[in-house]
């Protein structure tokens, strides 16, 4: 109690909000980068941190579906949860247990946030399939991107609309160099067919015969998407297989009480048996990260 109403002393005396709270977070997850770590990111010799991209994909996704203000709120509710979880552990006795559940609480409401963008990305790449075939289709026909690209706009839906309107505005308004307004453009969506595409796509403008590699690259959305409905029961059993195994093993500790006191006591007051709680709970979360990680959608990747 004395640290919850010290935290909220210093919320209260700081003035500190969510947006104070998110910009925090964001500087530590994604530092001010040096010259030369910018250079080998354009270079493609240095890649972002994993947690960084998902942050900022969220980050994004929020923001394209009119959600921009909810970003704060996660991040805000993260530090409040992770807080949480270092008290209930202290309330449990358990101090080993901290580092796990300070991770898993604090990473529930980015979680609760990436399920209900899910929607959002699964309408990315279904509109993201058709704008490139019918674009692809005008550009072949046209040999000017950027007439294949306006006068294809009016049949483009949100949320790829965006990214195809400020590419058009950007070439047209801003310079006349179609090559970076294509270079720009291309790193608005997360999608490496699509950036192969916007490659191709400047090889065009100083090559016309590339325009025969344009369409066996749309091509590869509609393989990855036919994939992915075949594999989608296939993986929900693994998933499912592997929930039911962390049931099981978390519900050794009630069976455990119900079948010898003296053994359940050991394992939740003894120093032994908090580190074996510690350890197994660790366990858990990095087995249940990858399996997230081989069960996601397949991705195509070059």
Not at 10 to 24: A, E, K, R, Y
Not at 183 to 205: P, S, T
Request: with cysteine; charged share 20%.
């Amino acid at each position: 109690m004395v640290f919850l109403l010290l935290a909220a002393g210093i919320i209260l005396v700081f003035g500190l909000t969510p947006d104070d709270v998110t910009n925090d977070v964001m500087r530590m997850l994604s530092p001010k980068k040096t010259l030369r770590e910018k250079v080998l990111l354009a270079q493609g010799r240095k890649k972002s941190r994993k947690l960084t991209q998902e942050i900022l994909h969220i980050r994004d996704a929020l923001n394209a579906t009119g959600k921009a203000k909810s970003f704060s709120l996660v991040c805000a509710a993260s530090v409040l949860m992770l807080v949480a979880g270092c008290i209930v552990c202290v309330m449990l006795g358990n101090y080993f247990l901290i580092p796990v559940a300070a991770v898993v609480f604090a990473a529930v409401p980015f979680l609760a946030a990436r399920k209900s963008i899910g929607d959002y990305d699964k309408q990315v790449r279904e509109e993201l399939e058709t704008a490139l075939s019918i674009i692809t289709t005008s550009y072949i026909r046209t040999d000017d991107i950027v007439n294949a690209v306006q006068e294809n706009l009016t049949y483009l839906k949100p949320p790829i609309t965006d990214v195809f309107t400020a590419f058009v505005s950007d070439a047209l308004y801003v310079s006349s160099d179609t090559k970076r307004a294509l270079r720009n453009m291309r790193e608005k969506v997360d999608n490496e067919i699509f950036r192969e595409w916007c490659e191709a796509l400047i090889g065009c403008q100083d090559d016309r015969v590339l325009k025969d590699t344009l369409l066996p690259i749309v091509g590869k959305l509609t393989d990855v998407r036919i994939v992915n409905n075949e594999l989608t029961t296939m993986l929900g059993a693994v998933r499912n297989e592997y929930w039911t195994m962390v049931l099981m093993v978390i519900g050794n500790i009630p069976l455990m009480y119900m079948l010898n006191r003296d053994w359940f006591r050991s394992l939740i007051y003894t120093i032994p048996g908090k580190v074996t709680l510690a350890l197994v709970s660790a366990v858990i979360v990095v087995t249940s990260v990858l399996m997230m990680k081989y069960t996601k959608p397949v991705e195509y990747k070059r």
